[in-house]
């Protein structure tokens, strides 16, 4: 089946710096991808839509200079969470469409916060 | 305002019954849904999908049933295994390439 994966698995940073989470589907073009936040007990928070080529779309709420999204190629999405606060301590995951099929989850990242 | 509910935020079965798990929906427009799987500090694992034009899929151990009518749809396991703990996220979508939105989730406990 699809593969998507996600670099770093696990990160943790000091308050201020800026991360970088990567996502890359393995085997498929994805012109869509899609950032969710999974908070502790709740849902999964769909973020963003990223679309390769063009601007992402953010969900409301989301603050688009803060959790900065690049689609640059049809197998890679990028989020970056800048100037970053342990309240964006997270597990983030993403998802990209196979067109023939339903979405495929990466493994997401845990990202802590200090 | 939550598009997809799922009550129960957990549920114990025993192993070998029927487990089965429910959610709700409110928004009509919603044309595909699917049951994701997820356990701890992993990404969720698709399961199962059922478009609205049916009202029952079947994959193995795995049925989910939708009830248009009432915008309820629920995810029947049998028989249970000590592999299906985990927490179950119903999600709901206007098409299949479309965003997905997710309920809180339902965590499963298989006792022996």
């Known amino acids: 089946g699809a593969v998507v994966s996600q670099h770093p698995s696990r990160v943790i940073c000091k308050s201020g710096t800026s991360v970088k989470i990567e996502c890359r589907s393995l085997d498929f073009q994805a012109t869509t991808m899609f950032w969710y936040r999974q908070f502790p007990k709740q849902s999964l928070m769909l973020m963003a839509t990223?679309?390769?080529?063009?601007?992402?779309?953010?969900e409301q709420g989301v603050e688009k200079d803060k959790f900065l999204i690049n689609h640059a190629s049809l197998t890679l999405s990028t989020l970056t969470v800048t100037s970053a606060h342990p309240e964006d301590s997270s597990f983030y995951i993403c998802s990209a469409n196979q067109r023939t099929d339903t979405q495929y989850f990466g493994p997401g990242t845990r990202l802590t916060v200090l | 305002d939550q598009q997809v509910k799922q009550n129960s935020p957990s549920l114990s079965v025993q192993e070998g019954r029927i487990s089965i798990l429910n959610c709700d929906y409110t928004?009509?427009?919603?044309?595909?849904f699917l049951w994701y799987k997820k356990y701890p500090a992993e990404g969720p694992t698709f399961l199962i999908s059922?478009?609205?034009?049916?009202d029952k899929n079947e994959d193995g151990r795995f049925t989910v049933f939708l009830n248009k009518s009432a915008k309820h749809l629920s995810l029947h396991i049998v028989p249970s295994q000590p592999g299906d703990s985990a927490v179950y996220f119903c999600a709901a979508s206007p098409n299949r390439d479309d965003k997905i939105i997710f309920g809180k989730g339902t965590r499963l406990h298989i006792l022996p």
């Open positions: 990223s679309n390769e080529g063009s601007k992402a779309t953010y």
């Open positions: 928004n009509s427009m919603f044309d595909y």
């Open positions: 059922i478009s609205s034009i049916k």
